[in-house]
């Protein structure tokens, strides 16, 4: 079966970091693609970062450009997201997902996903 796992979520006061895991099952990170999404509370769910099977990265929403970084250990079959100057508008569940093919084209949750994660709760506030 092939599925992601995500972990590493949490609460975080703002100006601080976190660093998200995404394991893969069943499947190499050197095949399919690998996102990272999210979802804020009444708002669609949206790209944050993604990685190839080759490890090109394609960046997701603008307003993350700069704070975080995607990242991978092919040994470990396991992506990271490692999150700096979190804001309390980076509120959300955050998740991981397996691509159908070999990149995402664009980072954005749609027809380019073949199977999702079930999140992991990242919390911004003092």
């Known amino acids: 079966q092939l599925e992601v796992v995500e972990s590493g979520g949490g609460l975080v006061q703002p100006g601080g970091s976190l660093r998200l895991s995404c394991v893969a099952s069943g499947f190499s990170l050197n095949t399919y693609a690998i996102g990272w999404f999210r979802q804020a509370p009444g708002i669609p769910r949206e790209g944050v970062s993604c990685?190839?099977?080759?490890?090109?990265?394609?960046d997701g929403v603008n307003s993350l450009k700069g704070r975080v970084t995607i990242s991978r250990d092919s040994a470990k079959n396991t992506v990271y997201l490692q999150m700096n100057n979190l804001k309390p508008e980076d509120t959300g569940v955050y998740y991981c997902?397996?691509?159908?093919?070999?990149?995402?084209?664009?980072?954005?949750?749609?027809?380019?996903?073949?199977?999702w994660g079930r999140g992991t709760l990242v919390t911004v506030s003092s």
């Open positions: 990685i190839s099977s080759s490890g090109d990265i394609t």
């Open positions: 997902a397996r691509a159908r093919g070999s990149q995402f084209r664009f980072c954005v949750p749609g027809a380019s996903v073949a199977s």
